[in-house]
T-cell receptor, first 114, second 111 residues
């Protein structure tokens, strides 16, 4: 138990579906992240939120839409995804988004796009 | 762009053996973290090293940060099946950039 909870753990969706991934952190942190982990690729940072404000968006396609309603919750809204978007999506949090912070990961949401 | 390389990519050993895995870059990092990720789970932080030349021990695991803060190694003594997993290193940039992850070393310890 790392203090970062992700739901659902597994999701299968069609290319025309709309779904959302949810993340909640119980650590009192101010920064939250979405990472994508595909087979044979390093972890890819997708989005960073600091104090509910998006501070980084690493050229992620618009079919991925993040939402951070407060510092404890982070969503990733999914719309018209492609099969190559199938991956493990990891949420993480840290005290701040600057130097010297430790990142704590959730257990991940396995996404399969069919 | 700062990049991290890890070697070896895969490692399969017998229980009781010692091993070392490496994390290398041409860039300088303000800190470096090691994570272990088990199948179907998120990465779990093992250690953070900050000072060049720093050595940290966590039971049978010894972590070293290179003097120039460009590389790191993880040494496991008397490996056990419970050590099986993907070992990831992540470097933090000097100017507040977010962490860069290496591709990982996938370790399998056979009983």
């Amino acid at each position: 138990e790392t203090g970062v909870t992700q739901t659902p753990r597994h999701l299968v969706m069609g290319m025309t579906n709309k779904k959302s991934l949810k993340c909640e952190q119980h650590l009192g942190h101010n920064a939250m992240y979405w990472y994508k982990q595909s087979a044979k690729k390093p972890l890819e940072l997708m989005f960073v939120y600091s104090l509910e404000e998006r501070v980084e968006n690493n050229s992620v396609p618009s079919r991925f839409s993040p939402e951070c309603p407060n510092s404890s919750h982070l969503f990733l809204h999914l719309h018209t995804l492609q099969p190559e978007d199938s991956a493990l999506y990891l949420c993480a949090s840290s005290q701040g988004a600057g130097t010297g912070n430790t990142i704590y990961f959730g257990e991940g949401s396995w996404l399969t796009v069919v | 762009t700062q990049l991290l390389e890890q070697s070896p990519q895969f490692l399969s050993i017998q229980e009781g053996e010692n091993l070392t895995v490496y994390c290398n870059s041409s860039s300088v990092f303000s800190s470096l973290q090691w994570y272990r990720q088990e199948p179907g789970e998120g990465p779990v932080l093992l250690v953070t090293v900050v000072t060049g030349g720093e050595v940290k021990k966590l039971k049978r695991l010894t972590f070293q940060f290179g003097d120039a803060r460009k590389d790191s190694s993880l040494h496991i003594t008397a490996a056990q099946p419970g050590d099986t997993g993907l070992y990831l290193c992540a470097g933090e940039g000097n100017y507040g950039q977010n962490f860069v992850f290496g591709p990982g070393t996938r370790l399998s310890v056979l009983p």
